[in-house]
């Protein structure tokens, strides 16, 4: 499978971006899709996750209520729309998919089968 993850950019704080990500090379159906973010010196970690059906939805506390995740499977790709930006928002995002059997919507790094490249998305104060 292979992940094209587009979008990213610069934005002044407050601000909205969407990252797409889309996906060939496998049955889109058959995968939980989430979205990592690493900042310089920090860990990956999961700001929202989505699973196959797009029923069942994830988001770190820190994004809640400001960042959507969304699949369109017809189209083979997953959204992030992100709202209200701010500084501390500010990391390489990677999309990314995991095989999965179940409806969980949880991703974990280890677990991660295909990994997108990373978007920058800046955002200033």
């Known amino acids: 499978v292979q992940l094209q993850a587009s979008g990213g950019g610069l934005v002044q704080a407050g601000g909205s971006l969407r990252l797409s990500c889309a996906a060939s090379?496998?049955?889109?159906?058959?995968?939980?899709m989430g979205w990592f973010r690493q900042a310089p010196g920090k860990e990956r970690e999961l700001v929202a996750g989505?699973?196959?059906?797009?029923?069942?939805?994830y988001y770190a506390d820190s994004v809640k209520g400001r960042f959507t995740i969304s699949r369109d499977n017809a189209k083979n790709t997953a959204y992030l729309q992100m709202s209200n930006l701010k500084p501390e928002d500010t990391a390489v995002y990677y999309c990314?998919?995991?095989?999965?059997?179940?409806?969980?919507?949880?991703?974990?790094?280890?677990?991660?089968?295909?990994w997108g490249k990373g978007t920058q998305v800046t955002v200033s104060s």
């Open positions: 990314a998919a995991e095989d999965s059997s179940t409806g969980s919507p949880l991703l974990s790094p280890r677990g991660v089968d295909y």
């Open positions: 090379g496998r049955t889109f159906s058959t995968f939980r």
């Open positions: 989505i699973s196959r059906g797009g029923g069942t939805t």
